[in-house]
């Protein structure tokens, strides 16, 4: 009769006692798997965002649409908000509404306002805002309005830089609002490609409402670039009324698009709030685009 596999497993146990005697090799074999462990957290690092151009963000909004709004918005890490209202205080002071709400909800939650853009008139200004969960994510510096494009945007992108919790990779989001579809927006997003040039690194993520799909040729230099989208040609606003297929989603323009040498996109979607055409008209008081969302995970 073989015995030699219980021989091996005899030695086997002889090995670990005698590892267990020698505190030096015990702490050298525990600090190598903890190492792996630790890399092993790191490849998993990841987080949620999106993206929700909410239609006149401020004084018009009820605090039942804040609710909704919390809700719909309480499951993710990084938000980015578009088209808070600038000509008076409200919009501000809904966006902490917004974020207060959704510090109840069991995660705490911080939150930054832009100054309103440097637009042509006040009627085209707006702000931005970015909210997150620290406990995720962590602020790297002051949040800040792209004055560099203020002459070439009819409204400057929002910056803001972040740091994964639990690792030391550091990147930037822009928040954006493009002009109109009518009023050549690509003019504008040209110049993003030069992002990852002036900001020293190639994690840069750029999302919000573009006016204008992923098949834009304006999006070239950018998937040359290694960039990579949430959605493709997929609608994000909605219609005034369902068409006879009862279909209520009407152009592809907002959109996340991010560095694929930096993450790796593991899920996204949009966040169809509106169901069924019964329910349209009040989903269109809410707003007339829907939200994007995308999860990251960091790359080795």
Not at 4 to 10: C, G, L, R, T, V
Request: charged share 25%; glycine share 6%.
């Amino acid at each position: 009769m073989i015995r030699q596999p219980k021989k091996h497993w005899q030695r086997k146990q002889l090995d670990l006692r005698s590892v267990s005697k020698n505190p030096k090799l015990l702490g050298s074999i525990l600090s190598f798997w903890g190492i792996i462990l630790s890399s092993s957290l790191g490849l998993a690092q990841s987080f949620t965002m999106v993206t929700w151009n909410i239609q006149d963000l401020g004084r018009t909004v009820t605090a039942p649409q804040v609710e909704d709004i919390v809700q719909i918005l309480r499951g993710y890490d990084l938000v980015l908000i578009q088209e808070v209202v600038a000509k008076d205080p409200a919009g501000a002071q809904k966006v902490a509404a917004i974020a207060d709400g959704l510090s109840r909800t069991g995660a705490a939650w911080d939150y930054r306002v832009s100054d309103p853009t440097q637009s042509p008139s006040a009627n085209i200004s707006e702000r931005y805002a970015i909210l997150w969960k620290p406990s995720k994510l962590q602020l790297q510096g002051r949040p800040f309005l792209d004055a560099e494009l203020k002459e070439e945007c009819d409204r400057e992108p929002f910056l803001a830089r972040f740091k994964i919790a639990g690792d030391t990779t550091r990147f930037w989001v822009v928040n954006f609002h493009a002009r109109t579809h009518d009023n050549a927006p690509e003019e504008e997003i040209r110049y993003f490609a030069q992002y990852q040039r002036r900001l020293g690194t190639t994690a840069v993520v750029i999302a919000g409402d573009f006016n204008l799909d992923d098949s834009h040729p304006v999006w070239t230099p950018f998937f040359q670039q290694g960039y990579k989208t949430a959605l493709s040609k997929t609608p994000t606003t909605l219609k005034r009324d369902c068409n006879t297929d009862g279909e209520y989603f009407n152009y592809a323009i907002d959109n996340v698009f991010f560095p694929g040498s930096v993450f790796a996109k593991t899920a996204s979607g949009r966040v169809d709030f509106v169901k069924t055409c019964e329910h349209l008209a009040e989903a269109r008081d809410l707003s007339d685009h829907v939200p994007v969302w995308i999860k990251l995970q960091l790359l080795p």
